[in-house]
């Protein structure tokens, strides 16, 4: 039996091969920024590596945690990353420079945090099984909310 060409469900949409490939390490996360030209890579090693997808290559690696990355969140503007890891800690860092600007620690793994669309020094995680809404207001100020669980 002869098949009809023009039928749309026969056309291929996906490509046929592979174009590229980048390599650093066992990634356990990937995220795209806001316009999508940059991919942060979570580790194993607790390293982050900003890939530039134009040119293919790291643009910048950041280390500071000690266990494998849990979850990775970008500002609106690109600027900014959180990271958190298995290691009881969450990082936003500044890519412009690579520095750390807060770092919070926890008393469990931090397994997801994302930051607020706004403020980068706002952020809703989670640690355990205890929703907390972190605002970091300096350096050496934080201030944490539990938030309540509703039965729905």
């Given amino acids: 039996m002869n098949l009809l060409l023009s039928d749309d469900y ?24 806001r316009k999508g030209d940059y991919l942060a890579s979570g580790r194993v090693d607790g390293a982050v590596a900003i890939w530039d997808l134009e040119t293919m290559g790291v643009a910048r690696k950041l280390r500071g945690h000690s266990k494998n990355i849990t ?12 990271s958190t890891c298995q290691g009881w800690k969450a990082i936003l860092w500044d890519l412009q420079d690579g520095k750390r600007l807060r770092e919070v620690r926890f008393r469990a793994p931090a397994y997801m945090a994302e930051l607020h669309p706004w ?8 640690q355990g099984i205890q929703n907390l809404l972190m605002i970091l207001r300096d350096a050496d100020r934080k201030l944490k909310l539990a938030l309540r669980r509703v039965a729905i």
């Fill in 119 to 126: 403020n980068q020094y706002v952020f809703g995680g989670q």
């Fill in 71 to 82: 979850f990775l969140s970008w500002s609106r503007c690109g600027r900014y990353l959180l």
């Fill in 10 to 33: 026969l056309l291929q949409d996906y490509p046929e091969g592979i174009t590229n490939s980048i390599r650093s390490g066992h990634a356990t996360v990937l995220r795209f920024n």
